[in-house]
């Protein structure tokens, strides 16, 4: 029996090319959903605690080890079962301000980017934050801070690379074909605003704790591809409350735990997890850092890291427990974390409210 190697070749590759869009389908899907009824929760990272502006707006400025810091966030999802990985990234930077001219107390100042790509730049979501916080000191060994911040977001959307069911001719899903489906908007904007309330305790030098609460979108702002304005296109508020700490245990090693939990309309997240850092010496300047996070019934996450003078480095990965590890073999998402700190010329001595080697 004879067998054609062309033939072979050429059911693969329509199998192949069946499976993506049969994908290109699904995700279609949930973004149409999610443009109607939002019930989806917004980007988040697993390493919510190096993306401070993202998680409170009252952490601008909230740097207790610092005058100013800037960081750089990557995160990669879903590389393994997508022909393109959700892609977000996020760049922030705040500073302290009047730290003499208010009685125990300062103003922060920062700002926010972040950009998230859906697949092969079918669905693209933009926003750019500004946002300010006043902390004040409450006697010797606690802190209370609130901010808010005002930004504009966009979500576009392109038709181009998109199929829909009644575009599947019996063998292949070709968006060449005409559609019912109308897209009012594949563009949308609108101005978004969270605000943010913090409480530090630190009674020494070795134990620093800190929790917080925040609402994003308390204008809760329209947001949908369809045209309509009614309650299922308005962005439901989400709901962030974190406590971490940081506890020196010697000269050697530092307990960072960690507790973040976030709500959005019936979405809801706990994440919780323990990271250790261990002095490589040069007073405390040079660290690695090691950990783990569980997100429940979600994903294991791994951390580690390293610092060198005031630049931190951190890498964590997300290994899937829920029932995605069918299809993804538990490979979740990678993170990726810059961030520099700095004094300001002259004010390299300002004692620090957390533990320090």
């Not at 079918?122 to 006697?139: D, E, F, P, R, V």
């Not at 392109?158 to 908007?185: I, M, R, Y």
């Not at 309330?197 to 591809?225: C, W």
Request: hydrophobic share 35%; charged share 15%; proline share 4%.
């Amino acid at each position: 029996m004879h067998i054609n190697d062309k033939n072979i070749s050429s059911s693969h590759h329509k199998k192949s090319f069946l499976l993506f869009n049969v994908h290109v389908f699904v995700l279609l899907f949930i973004f149409i959903f999610q443009s109607r009824s939002l019930k989806a929760q917004d980007l988040h990272f697993s390493q919510f605690y190096n993306s401070p502006l993202s998680t409170s707006p009252a952490n601008t400025g909230f740097i207790p080890d610092a005058d100013y810091r800037i960081g750089l966030h990557y995160r990669n999802q879903f590389s393994n079962i997508m022909y393109q990985p959700y892609k977000t990234t996020s760049l922030f930077s705040d500073v302290q301000l009047f730290r003499d001219r208010f009685e125990n107390g300062w103003l922060g100042a920062g700002f926010l980017f972040l950009n998230d790509v859906a697949g092969k730049g079918t669905l693209q979501s933009t926003k750019l934050y500004a946002s300010i916080a006043y902390h004040q000191m409450l006697g010797n060994s606690s802190l209370i801070s609130g901010g808010f911040n005002v930004g504009w977001a966009n979500k576009r959307i392109d038709p181009s690379k998109l199929t829909f069911p009644d575009q599947f001719d019996g063998e292949f899903f070709d968006n060449s074909l005409p559609t019912a489906v109308t897209l009012v908007n594949t563009s949308v904007g609108y101005p978004d605003i969270q605000v943010g309330l913090n409480y530090a305790y630190f009674p020494n030098d070795n134990i620093y704790f800190t929790g917080g609460y925040s609402i994003h979108h308390v204008n809760r702002p329209y947001e949908g591809f369809f045209g309509e304005r009614s309650s299922s296109t308005r962005i439901p508020m989400r709901h962030i409350g974190f406590i971490s700490g940081t506890i020196k245990l010697n000269s050697l090693f530092m307990l960072q735990p960690q507790i973040f939990y976030n709500n959005q309309s019936r979405a809801s997240q706990l994440h919780a997890g323990l990271l250790t850092q261990i002095n490589l010496g040069n007073d405390g300047e040079n660290m690695f850092q090691v950990g783990a996070q569980y997100r429940v019934r979600d994903a294991w996450v791994a951390v580690a890291g390293f610092q060198i003078s005031n630049i931190m480095f951190t890498f964590s990965f997300d290994a899937t427990q829920s029932s995605l590890t069918t299809f993804n073999q538990s490979r979740g998402a990678s993170e990726f974390s810059l961030i520099r700190k700095g004094f300001y010329p002259g004010n390299q001595d300002r004692q620090s409210l957390c533990p320090r080697f």
